[in-house]
T-cell receptor, first 109, second 116 residues
Framework: QKEVEQNSGPLSVPEGAIASLNCTYSDRGSQSFFWYRQYSGKSPELIMFIYSNGDKEDGRFTAQLNKASQYVSLLIRDSQPSDSATYLCAVNGDYKLSFGAGTTVTVRA | DTGVSQNPRHKITKRGQNVTFRCDPISEHNRLYWYRQTLGQGPEFLTYFQNEAQLEKSRLLSDRFSAERPKGSFSTLEIQRTEQGDSAMYLC??????????????FGNGTRLTVT
């Protein structure tokens, strides 16, 4: 079992819709969870982090964490063409971040 | 905060040659990480430093790979006797670890290695 698994893409959504991305992790002791956005050919950039169960909102992005279910998600509201990218879920272990393979999102104009 | 800087941005080399990459982290960050990413995959952990000490290496890391961080500032990653399978994006990231917690990783622009 992989440490971090993300729902397989690609995910195509119309402009203005909600994009929903899911991630599960195997280490029950993980405490910190991150979402990175990566444009093609570029390096990952941090868009959100969450440490506590529940929801955390930042602009059009909402991260949701459920430690009991070992599940973290990212919602992108009012999706824009500029949101088209690969979204990486990352989970903090003892000393490193473990990444999922990413979900590619395409926002159709 | 000038961000994490990596050089070179691109490197093309022939199989069997040695290559060295450099990373300059965010100045106040005490942790430095090296990751490798191939197409369609997430970044894969290679090694990390806390100040000048290399504290962990991935067991997947061949002994052809070596990293240093002299004086706890910049870091270099050397790959000896490169193989075609080494072709990837090599990402450096830094973070600040303190009693108050652990900041997120901030990545550099990466070095794309192509081994022909």
């Amino acid at each position: 079992q992989k440490e971090v698994e993300q729902n397989s893409g690609p995910l195509s959504v119309p402009e203005g819709a909600i994009a929903s991305l899911n991630c599960t992790y195997s280490d029950r002791g993980s405490q910190s969870f991150f979402w990175y956005r990566q444009y093609s050919g570029k390096s990952p950039e941090l868009i959100m982090f969450i440490y506590s169960n529940g929801d955390k909102e930042d602009g059009r992005f909402t991260a949701q964490l459920n430690k009991a279910s070992q599940y973290v998600s990212l919602l992108i509201r009012d999706s824009q063409p500029s949101d088209s990218a690969t979204y990486l879920c990352a989970v903090n272990g003892d000393y490193k971040l473990s990444f999922g393979a990413g979900t590619t999102v395409t926002v159709r104009a | 905060d000038t961000g994490v800087s990596q050089n070179p941005r691109h490197k093309i080399t022939k199989r069997g040659q040695n290559v060295t990459f450099r990373c300059d982290p965010i100045s106040e960050h005490n942790r430095l990480y090296w990751y490798r990413q191939t197409l369609g995959q997430g970044p894969e952990f290679l090694t990390y430093f806390q100040n000048e000490a290399q504290l962990e290496k991935s067991r997947l890391l061949s002994d052809r790979f070596s990293a240093e961080r002299p004086k706890g500032s910049f870091s270099t990653l050397e790959i000896q006797r490169t193989e075609q399978g080494d072709s990837a994006m090599y990402l450096c990231a830094s973070s600040l670890v303190s009693q108050g917690g652990h900041s997120p990783l901030h990545f550099g622009n990466g070095t794309r290695l192509t081994v022909t």
